[in-house]
T-cell receptor
């Protein structure tokens, strides 16, 4: 079945530590790939997106993501986490031939001082 | 503020009542989307419009739900005979239709609580 999986429901990291959030997708062709962040009471904000080309994508707030076709993955990374990064992170795909986004179930990031 | 706006931000209603939400997309964005997000889950697609035409509807959109975008600008989402299972955050997004690579920009959502 076509799906987007975020295996980690909840992750806690210390401020200043590195971060990697996992995302795997299951589609016949490579979809367009996105990472969004949602803070309490805020709308979804786009961090970065991948359509084609360079497989390492830079985004806002110091985030980057790497597309790995062989692993059907699009993991989000940040070298040094700030307390303000605490939020829920969603991986999303736009399946080939469709306009609607399919989201993963999200990963809640907690940042310890 | 030129982002996507949604009203109301919160709605509490009793089971069986009808509710209507409004979404104002970013100016000149001719695609508009509705999603539903329940607690602990990612948003789920409900429907989308290109201008005033409703081009796709999810199976989640039961016959109690109806969405309109009569003039190709703002959109409304109505839920008739609300049920407790309708309690969720309803999100609206928009983007231009220049190509398939356009990012969807999301509004802050309308949180619905059905008592």
């Amino acid at each position: 079945a076509q799906s987007v999986t975020q295996p980690d429901i909840h992750i806690t990291v210390s401020e200043g530590a590195s971060l990697e959030l996992r995302c795997n997708y299951s589609y016949g062709a490579t979809p367009y790939l996105f990472w969004y962040v949602q803070s309490p009471g805020q709308g979804l904000q786009l961090l970065l997106k991948y359509f084609s080309g360079d497989t390492l994508v830079q985004g806002i707030k110091g985030f980057e993501a790497e597309f790995k076709r062989s692993q059907s993955s699009f993991n989000l990374r940040k070298p040094s986490v700030h307390w303000s990064d605490a939020a829920e992170y969603f991986c999303a795909v736009e399946p080939p031939g469709r306009r609607a986004l399919t989201f993963g179930s999200g990963t809640r990031l907690q940042v310890q001082p | 503020d030129t982002g996507v706006s949604q009203n109301p931000r919160h709605k509490i209603t009793k089971r069986g009542q009808n509710v209507t939400f409004r979404c104002d997309p970013i100016s000149e964005h001719n695609r508009l989307y509705w999603y539903r997000q329940t607690l602990g889950q990612g948003p789920e697609f409900l429907t989308y419009f290109q201008n005033e035409a409703q081009l796709e509807k999810s199976r989640l959109l039961s016959d109690r739900f109806s969405a309109e975008r009569p003039k190709g600008s703002f959109s409304t989402l109505e839920i008739q005979r609300t049920e407790q299972g309708d309690s969720a955050m309803y999100l609206c997004a928009s983007n231009p239709s220049g190509g398939s690579t356009d990012t969807q920009y999301f509004g802050p959502g309308t949180r619905l609580t059905v008592l």
